[in-house]
């Protein structure tokens, strides 16, 4: 079992780490700011998001790309620090937005929600959105449960998104002209929950794909939104390693990265409770270290 060490705490709840620029770049919902930190655990503020800042990505041109959940955008920072607004999803985002993924040639796409989690709704899909690099915003694919974090693989061919409350890891084909296509499970952890009440649906499900990093042997770290752990999954479903989040915290994403890529960086929290997480700085990142480095996007 790989150790677990703290890199830094005091947070309300990170999400969407990344590796860039030899440090770590997280967003905090409810401190309402993306951070750098670096492999010392020293954390800079790099800018205010005041409406929840969420998936992180870059273009080719080295502009920052982040969500913006609660207005249900994507913002882009330009490399001069100018901030503008990059796409509006509220037509087509059926909850706050999430998480998002940027390949090398400037095509993201965006998840969301799909209903009011935090309000206790009824779950119900949502669409996965691409915006191309010119801008242009269209509906990459629907019917997703809670579509989360997603990668690329190397060769920019496909990619994989985690159905938070679906069961599964989704991965499609994508084509030269950016548009995904033969859809197809990834990873199945259970049966897809049959539609009906939340309390229902929930009893369903086995394992929370959340934030998530792909390997160079094609393996997926993935954050167990729903047992306190990450685990490593190989296509087709297998567990073939497990990491545990020390305290019995939560974990709601992870990253590979470091120098040498084979640090797994994990955002931990006690819950994802909005209302709790406001009113706490208990959000920690942990590290491990493994064996095989970081591969693809993000």
């Given at each position: 079992?790989?150790?677990?060490?703290?890199?830094?705490?005091?947070?309300?709840?990170?999400?969407?780490?990344?590796?860039r620029?030899?440090?770590?770049?997280?967003?905090?919902?409810?401190?309402?700011?993306?951070?750098?930190?670096t492999?010392?655990?020293l954390v800079?503020?790099?800018?205010?998001?005041?409406?929840?800042?969420?998936?992180?990505?870059?273009?080719?041109?080295?502009?920052?790309?982040?969500?913006?959940?609660?207005?249900?955008?994507?913002?882009?920072?330009?490399?001069?620090?100018?901030?503008?607004?990059?796409?509006?999803?509220?037509?087509?985002?059926?909850?706050?937005?999430?998480?998002?993924?940027?390949?090398?040639?400037?095509?993201?796409?965006?998840?969301?929600?799909?209903?009011?989690?935090?309000?206790?709704?009824?779950?119900?899909?949502?669409?996965?959105?691409?915006?191309?690099?010119?801008?242009?915003?269209?509906?990459?694919?629907?019917?997703?449960y809670?579509?989360?974090?997603?990668?690329?693989?190397?060769?920019?061919?496909?990619?994989?998104?985690g159905?938070?409350?679906?069961?599964?890891?989704?991965?499609?084909t994508?084509?030269?002209?950016?548009?995904?296509?033969?859809?197809?499970?990834?990873?199945?952890?259970?049966?897809?929950?049959?539609?009906?009440?939340?309390?229902?649906?929930?009893?369903?499900?086995?394992?929370?794909?959340?934030?998530?990093?792909?390997?160079?042997?094609?393996?997926i770290?993935?954050?167990?939104?729903?047992?306190?752990?990450?685990?490593?999954?190989?296509?087709?479903?297998?567990?073939?390693?497990?990491?545990?989040?020390?305290?019995?915290?939560?974990?709601f994403?992870?990253?590979?990265?470091?120098?040498?890529?084979?640090?797994?960086?994990?955002?931990?929290?006690?819950?994802?409770?909005?209302?709790?997480?406001?009113?706490?700085?208990?959000?920690?990142?942990?590290?491990?270290?493994?064996?095989?480095?970081?591969?693809?996007?993000?």
């Amino acid at each position: 079992m790989a150790d677990v060490n703290l890199l830094t705490d005091g947070g309300q709840f990170f999400e969407g780490p990344r590796w860039r620029d030899d440090r770590w770049w997280v967003s905090d919902f409810y401190r309402q700011a993306i951070y750098t930190v670096t492999v010392d655990g020293l954390v800079d503020k790099v800018l205010d998001v005041p409406h929840q800042p969420s998936g992180l990505g870059w273009l080719p041109d080295d502009s920052l790309l982040f969500v913006s959940m609660v207005d249900q955008k994507v913002m882009r920072r330009s490399p001069d620090g100018e901030v503008s607004e990059y796409a509006d999803l509220s037509d087509h985002a059926t909850g706050h937005v999430n998480d998002l993924v940027v390949a090398n040639d400037g095509n993201a796409w965006v998840g969301n929600f799909g209903f009011d989690l935090m309000e206790g709704e009824d779950l119900m899909p949502a669409k996965l959105m691409r915006i191309d690099p010119e801008g242009n915003l269209s509906v990459a694919a629907e019917d997703l449960y809670f579509p989360n974090g997603m990668v690329i693989t190397p060769d920019q061919k496909t990619l994989v998104v985690g159905e938070t409350f679906g069961n599964s890891m989704t991965a499609f084909t994508i084509a030269d002209d950016g548009e995904l296509y033969d859809r197809r499970a990834w990873a199945e952890f259970g049966s897809r929950p049959a539609a009906g009440p939340r309390a229902e649906m929930l009893k369903q499900l086995s394992i929370g794909p959340d934030g998530c990093g792909l390997d160079a042997e094609g393996q997926i770290w993935i954050a167990d939104a729903f047992n306190q752990r990450c685990i490593r999954v190989a296509e087709g479903g297998e567990i073939t390693d497990e990491i545990k989040a020390p305290d019995g915290l939560g974990v709601f994403a992870c990253m590979l990265g470091d120098t040498d890529g084979r640090t797994l960086l994990m955002c931990c929290a006690p819950d994802s409770s909005a209302k709790r997480r406001k009113q706490a700085n208990e959000a920690a990142l942990y590290t491990a270290r493994v064996s095989v480095p970081h591969a693809g996007n993000p």
